[in-house]
């Protein structure tokens, strides 16, 4: 399951020296946003955002704490790395231009795994219409580490922070939560039976769904454009990325309001459904501290209430109220539970 298996061609980094590497991971990536106005070649790229505002957002990706090459294909993994990013940027209610990307590699890593790598790399790119403007490469004593950062633009008016919500405000979220996770918990289910019997395939046709929201998630880069339609602007937006209690409640510490959340109207996936019930896991507990879903969170005033109800892209999961009515899960039962924070945390390792 280590990565020297998977290709038996191996090209030594040290073949092409550091600006080889960069010129040869490079040599694909086309520039399509007007903003850029000098990429990759030189110290520093150059941007002309004229009359925009700039958002800026980075991430870091560690073998071992973030990802685990043993079942994430590393075409996967550069796509997801700059997924992560572009949802940041998304979270701003602002649109993805730019990324760069740094790279740092032990010496287990051929040539042939990077260019996979970048493969996913320059695909997310290209879907998501982002220019790749620079980066840097170094040595890692172990493992692999992805640094990318990720530039936007938006109209002053458009740009959303977390510190809007009102105590009057819906909240709002897009897509289904929770299937990250469990794609994640299948992997690692699949991992453990293979180490002890590796002649064992696993047959992952029932689990696509949610393998996939965990190896090849999307950033919700379309949400801008269906809110602008339904003239809509959200009071706060954060994207789920550690988990909904989590967003939910920097929020509400951000926008110094309360918070009710019900637990009936949180959208799941059936097949969602389904693998926590054969795992034997409370389906709730999952929906609300998975993470890793790139999902919207939001809120809208009252009195978007018709704009936006009934429509398929969005479910309306609660309500702020005043700061001192507290953060609260309503559940089926009508009990109400104060909302803690137990989604990825990356300083628990």
Known sequence: MMIEDKNPNRTSLSELGEFGLIEH???????????????????GA???FKTKKVIISTDLLIEGVHFDLSYMPLRHLGYKAVVVNISDICAMNAKATQITVSVAVSNRFPLEALEELFDGI????????????????????????ISITAIGEADEEEIVYR???????LLVV????????MGLQILEREKQVFQANPNNQ???????????RQLKPEARHDIKNMLAILEIKPTSMIDISDGLSSEIIHICKQSKVGCNLYEEKIPVDPQFINVCEEFNIDSTTIAINGGEDYELL?????????????NPNFTIIGHMTQESEGIHLITRSNTKIPLKARGWNALEI
């Open 46 to 48: 150059v941007l002309n």
């Open 163 to 169: 510190n809007g919500a009102k105590e009057t405000d």
């Open 174 to 181: 897009s897509g289904d939560l929770g299937s990250a996770y």
């Open 298 to 310: 939001f809120t809208i005033a009252m009195d978007d209430f018709n704009k936006i109800k009934g």
């Open 122 to 145: 320059n695909l997310a790119s290209k879907f998501y219409n982002v220019d790749v403007i620079g980066g840097d490469t170094t040595t890692s004593q172990k493992g692999l580490i």
């Open 25 to 43: 991971l490079t040599k694909d990536f086309t520039v399509k946003n007007d903003s850029t106005f000098k990429s990759i070649g030189d110290d």
């Open 202 to 212: 696993p047959d992952l046709d029932a689990y696509t769904y949610l393998i996939e």
